[in-house]
């Protein structure tokens, strides 16, 4: 096995662990294979070992991986800040886009989604940890834009993402995906078809998984130490 396989059979099995200590069914929570800087060939094997969604945060890194594997069935992810500049390359090669956070924004992808493949799967990024130098919208904001994106026909919303403060203590943490919980109750009503709640990374799976996590994103315990920091497209 390579150890690409077995990193991912050993998240599996920390998922699978986190879900029954939370009593919740098993596979209710999907892995998202966070891949960004990292070369096709380690996605390539990642896909032998089963690993179906991939998350990607850089355009420029993304766009050719995506080309190479087309035709595999993979679904991908953008999980990255996005100018909206470059919001067509998400509505045209990305079936998600986590990391929503504006409403101009949404209105651009919406309009640059090619009515072929459907709408683009979206989570709303809220800034859970209230950081000022941190995307995503304050918890108070997010009904407003959940509101929006109900009305535009190129976008589905599917639920709501988070990546509290790394600098919380663990009360901290379980504290910051309970409020994210909480937030998507509350928003639960104004888009019923929402069923997905994308918080968890590497670190902190089992508590996200915990407070009801639907998606955890894992980078680094899949591909080991990211190799260099890319700036952000
Ligand atoms: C890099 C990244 C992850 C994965 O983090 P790890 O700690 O390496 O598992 C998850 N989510 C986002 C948005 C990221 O940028």
Redesign the pocket.
């Known amino acids: 096995m390579s150890s690409i396989a077995s990193n991912i059979a050993a998240t599996v099995r920390r998922i699978r662990d986190a879900e029954q200590i939370a009593q919740r069914s098993a596979s209710s929570v999907t892995l ?1 294979a ?1 891949s ?1 800087t990292k070369p096709v060939e380690r996605l390539r094997e990642a896909y032998i070992a089963g690993q179906r969604d991939f ?1 990607e ?1 850089y355009l420029q890194d993304a766009l050719p991986k995506i080309e190479q594997l087309a035709g595999l069935g993979i679904c991908w992810h953008f ?2 800040p996005l100018q909206s500049n470059k919001s067509r390359l998400v509505a045209e090669h990305f079936d998600w886009f ?2 929503l956070d504006r409403a101009k924004i949404a209105r651009r992808l919406s309009e640059q989604r090619p009515a072929a493949l459907g709408p683009l799967n979206v989570c709303i990024q809220v800034n859970i940890s209230v950081e000022a130098s941190k995307s995503g919208v304050m918890p108070a904001q997010a009904a407003a834009l959940a509101k929006e994106i109900q009305g535009l026909p190129g976008l589905s919303l599917r639920g709501l ?1 988070a ?1 509290p403060s790394s600098a919380l203590d663990d009360a901290g943490q379980t504290l910051a995906f309970t409020q994210m919980r909480q937030l998507f109750e509350q928003l639960k009503p104004l888009a019923p078809q929402m069923d997905t709640l ?1 918080m968890g ?5 089992e508590a996200a998984v915990a407070e009801g996590s639907t998606l ?8 080991g ?2 190799e260099r920091s890319l700036p952000p497209v």
């Not at 990374?201 to 799976?205: G, N, P, V, Y």
């Not at 955890?216 to 591909?223: D, K, L």
């Open positions: 998202l966070v960004k998350g945060n999980i990255g986590h990391s993402m990546i994308s990374m590497s670190d902190d799976l955890v994103r894992i980078g680094t315990a899949i591909f130490d990211r």
